[in-house]
């Protein structure tokens, strides 16, 4: 199969694994989480959990998470190339993730727990925004950080980024789905389908499919719908959530239209009406906190600058040899 066809059929069955999660959540009835205790906790969770119910979430959780590093680490050792079609281990990776989901359901209704019972919300969330940063550090080189200017990041760095990045992707992309019970919040299932597409995209290693510009540029698109839509339903209609809407949708602006090959005068018409827009929403609630839309692409860009130099102590520490293992990175 082509891996492009492989991509479309992957993403009809993510809407329909969606659909699945919100049938099977009308299953969880009689549930009665602890009230709710503000911006730090995780409402989801069972308020008296068992050895049982934690181990549950943690084991399938630690499979899940060493079978797809083995299968990444199969790939950049054994198959090394980019094909237009599917190799043996995407099949392999495909089937994999598709197991995990519905075991993740199965383990949903039996045991409920995911990690959220254990660890930080805001551990799921800055394993989201890693990702997010390391993506925009990867594609420093071919799109710029700023209006199409790259920043000063050296190429061994983004070279060690987009050899490796795989395992963190993989590590952001399976804590986060196990971190969650598959409720049927309107948050829960666009963060759910978000994740089947990340999931999708990790099976495509190797493959076109996984570094078509515009598949991949929907894909860091999508935080600013789940964003926005979860900062909706926290804090209302007067809430903060243009501060996210505005916020990925300025890094758009800024960095992501540029590695599209659009013209000049598309690029000029698309930062218009994001301003326009802007002004429009904020002329109702205030034009004096217009300064929040900044917050969030000025923490992105300021997490690229902290990962490069981290990243740049990492490949200096390393042998010369490390450095360069670990298959072909991404044209």
């Known amino acids: 199969m082509r891996a492009n066809t492989a991509l479309a059929w992957g993403v009809g069955a993510s809407a329909v694994l969606t659909g699945l999660v919100w049938l099977a959540g009308q299953r969880l009835t009689g549930l009665e989480p602890l009230p709710d205790q503000g911006a730090s906790w995780y409402y989801w969770k069972l308020p008296e959990p068992t050895v049982w119910t934690r181990l549950s979430a943690w084991l399938c959780y630690a499979a899940h998470q060493v079978t797809l590093w083995g299968l990444i680490y199969y790939a ?18 495909l089937a994999v993730n598709f197991d995990f989901v519905l075991l993740h359901q199965a383990q949903t209704q039996v045991f409920y727990d995911g990690l959220a019972q254990d660890v930080s919300i805001f551990s799921s969330q800055a394993s989201v925004v890693l990702l997010l940063i390391v ?6 080189r071919r799109r710029g950080l700023f209006a199409g200017r790259p920043a000063p990041i050296s190429a061994e760095v983004t070279s060690f980024a987009r ?43 190797l493959t076109r499919a996984h570094t078509n510009r515009w598949w ?33 949708l300025g890094v758009f602006v ?8 659009l013209g000049a005068a598309t690029r000029w018409v698309l930062a218009a009406c994001y301003a326009g827009a802007v002004l429009a929403v904020y002329a109702v609630r205030g034009l004096g906190e217009v300064t929040e839309v900044a917050r969030v692409p000025a923490i992105e860009y300021l997490l690229v600058g902290v990962a490069a130099a981290l ?15 670990g298959g072909t990175p991404p044209p």
Request: cysteine-free; hydrophobic content about 50%; overall charge positive.
């Open 76 to 93: 950049q050792t054994r198959v090394r190339r980019y094909t237009g079609g599917l190799h043996r281990v995407n099949v392999v990776a």
């Open 135 to 140: 993506v925009l550090l990867m594609e420093n």
């Open 163 to 205: 050899r490796y990045h795989g395992y963190l992707f993989s590590w952001a992309a399976v804590y986060t789905f196990w971190y969650h019970p598959m409720e049927t919040t309107s948050g829960h299932l666009v963060g759910f389908f978000y994740m089947f597409l990340i999931l999708l995209q990790g099976s495509l290693f």
């Open 216 to 248: 991949t540029l929907t894909l860091e698109l999508l935080v600013a719908a789940h964003g926005t839509l979860v900062a909706f339903m926290n804090t209302g209609p007067d809430g903060a959530w243009p501060m996210f809407l505005f916020g990925f």
């Open 254 to 261: 800024l960095t992501q239209m540029h590695g599209l090959g």
């Open 311 to 325: 990243l740049w102590l990492v490949v200096r520490w390393l042998p010369r040899g490390s450095r360069a293992r």
